[in-house]
């Protein structure tokens, strides 16, 4: 299966280089898969890496629905598999391996029943009931068949994921084992505060870059031993940050 991932990013350098580093390390293999990222602030050159191509437009998109349909618009059109993220996330190596061996076995679309909440102090692990979209796939046929985002800035995941359920049911769950866990979520202000949809207008301009801004692309810390340190959980090979 041909996976596109694709993400959001607005005025968050220094996240979205931990981003890419996290999709750069994936153990699915590389020609199957491309990572698209989406920004509205004009402050990166569109650019290419390896695998990856970030395209940078100089206005702002209405909603953040229409920006993430927008990021699915520019993935290859032979893609199998869809799976929608943010900048501020971070993913272990199984990620994107783990999302397709649970299509190749039936489902349609799927989330992780558990994941990490990281506020830059602790760690903690939460559950999701099937309610939330975190860190899963849909298979694209299915994505477009439930009519793709609503065009509004707030809980868009959400109203996505009542219009896939009602058409296919509950998600199926990955990541259903501790030790199996993939997905770091950062719920600390300076991470998560996601001007990709802020109606703050006000304050975005007021904090929009004037310059052009390099990428550095690596992980600030090393995120499985963070995790193996404070809560004693093994969840693959440790990744050093670059």
């Given at each position: 299966?041909?996976?596109?991932?694709?993400?959001?990013?607005?005025?968050?350098?220094?996240?979205?280089?931990?981003?890419?580093?996290?999709?750069?390390?994936?153990?699915?293999?590389?020609?199957?898969?491309e990572l698209i990222i989406l920004d509205d602030a004009g402050q990166y050159r569109t650019q290419e890496g390896e695998g990856w191509k970030?395209?940078?437009?100089?206005?702002?998109?209405?909603?953040?629905?229409?920006k993430r349909n927008a990021s699915v618009g520019f993935a290859s059109p032979g893609s199998d598999v869809i799976i929608i993220t943010d900048d501020d996330d971070i993913y272990l190596p199984r990620w994107v391996s783990s999302v397709v061996a649970d299509m190749e076995k039936g489902s349609v679309y799927n989330?992780?029943?558990?994941?990490?909440?990281?506020?830059?102090?602790?760690?903690?692990?939460?559950?999701?009931?099937?309610?939330l979209l975190a860190s899963g796939g849909f298979l694209r046929t299915k994505f477009?068949?439930?009519?793709?985002?609503?065009?509004?800035?707030?809980?868009?995941?959400?109203?996505?994921?009542?219009?896939?359920?009602?058409?296919y049911g509950k998600p199926s769950c990955i990541a259903t084992k501790k030790e199996d866990i993939f997905f770091i979520k950062g719920t600390h202000p300076?991470?998560?505060?996601?001007?990709s949809h802020a109606q703050e207008w006000e304050y975005i301009y007021r904090t929009a870059p004037d310059k052009l801004h390099e990428i550095e692309i690596g992980w600030r810390q090393d995120y499985v031993r963070l995790v193996k340190d404070r809560l004693g959980l093994v969840l693959g090979e440790t990744e050093n940050k670059k």
């Open positions: 299966m041909f996976v596109s991932i694709c993400c959001c990013t607005y005025n968050r350098p220094h996240l979205l280089g931990e981003f890419i580093h996290s999709y750069l390390i994936q153990d699915y293999p590389k020609n199957k898969m970030l395209i940078s437009v100089p206005y702002r998109i209405n909603s953040l629905g229409d989330t992780s029943r558990y994941y990490l909440e990281y506020d830059g102090t602790d760690v903690l692990v939460a559950e999701n009931n099937g309610d477009y068949g439930a009519g793709r985002f609503p065009p509004i800035s707030l809980y868009e995941d959400l109203a996505l994921a009542n219009a896939v359920k009602r058409l300076n991470r998560n505060y996601s001007t």
